[in-house]
Every structure is written in structure tokens, then in C-alpha cells.
Nanobody, 124 residues
Framework: QVQLAESGGGLVQAGDSLRLSCAAS???????MAWFRQGPGKEREFVTA???????IYADSVKDRFTITRVSGENTVNLQMNNLESEDTAVYFC???????????????????WGQGTQVSVSS
């Protein structure tokens, strides 16, 4: 049973930084992982994803502010969020794709396992 555990959420002010982490049980260093988020009254949306080799893709809304990285040798990805805005307020979910391609996907349907989510609240 694959388990994804997110951590690092919290309440911050606009302009602050926050780092989220996602630890996966088992060995998934050859698979893509991603972050999605769901704001109040909104649908879940893609934030960023990272390929097995470290290549990353980002939503336009977070490009140049957020950075996703893989922790070398560990089944962990981090999401560094800088210059946070009130619009970033959401529950952030970590996701794992079991596709053997190891490529990152924007479509949530391409991910096989999800974490429980961690709340990020940004006050303006």
C-alpha cells in the first residue's frame, strides 16, 4: 500500500515563504511526483510536477515563485513556495504516478496515489 505523507503547511502572510514536503513509502525514484491544490470553492488544480530525472513543469500562476525538487536518494519531494499570495490559499496534495515513463503530467488522472493534503493559508 503506497502512502504519501505531506507536511509543512501553515498560516503565513502574503510575501512570506513556506516549504512543503511529501514522503512516499517504498521506492519511487524512477517515477513522477506532483503537487496539486484545491482552494475554497474551487476545483483541484495542477501546481507542479517533477520527472524521475528532475525535470519540472509548473502552472503559470506559480512559475518563478514555486520550486519543486527531489531529495536525492530519498522518496521525498519538496515544494518551496516563495512570495506567497492570498490566491495560493488551498489544501495542497502530493501525488505519485506509477507510469514507467517517469514523465510529469498535468492531468490529475495520470496520478495513481494521493496524500491526504496539507493546508496552506496566506493572509493578505
Amino acid at each position: 500500500q503506497v502512502q504519501l505523507a505531506e507536511s509543512g503547511g501553515g498560516l503565513v502572510q502574503a510575501g512570506d515563504s513556506l516549504r512543503l514536503s511529501c514522503a512516499a513509502s517504498g521506492t519511487y525514484t524512477r517515477h513522477a511526483m506532483a503537487w496539486f491544490r484545491q482552494g475554497p470553492g474551487k476545483e483541484r488544480e495542477f501546481v507542479t510536477a517533477i520527472a524521475w530525472n528532475g525535470d519540472a513543469i509548473y502552472a503559470d500562476s506559480v512559475k518563478d515563485r514555486f520550486t519543486i525538487t527531489r531529495v536525492s536518494g530519498e522518496n521525498t519531494v519538496n515544494l518551496q513556495m516563495n512570495n506567497l499570495e492570498s490566491e495560493d490559499t488551498a489544501v495542497y496534495f502530493c501525488a505519485l504516478s506509477l507510469s514507467v515513463s517517469g514523465r510529469p503530467f498535468v492531468d490529475a488522472g495520470e496520478y495513481d496515489h494521493w496524500g491526504q493534503g496539507t493546508q496552506v493559508s496566506v493572509s493578505s
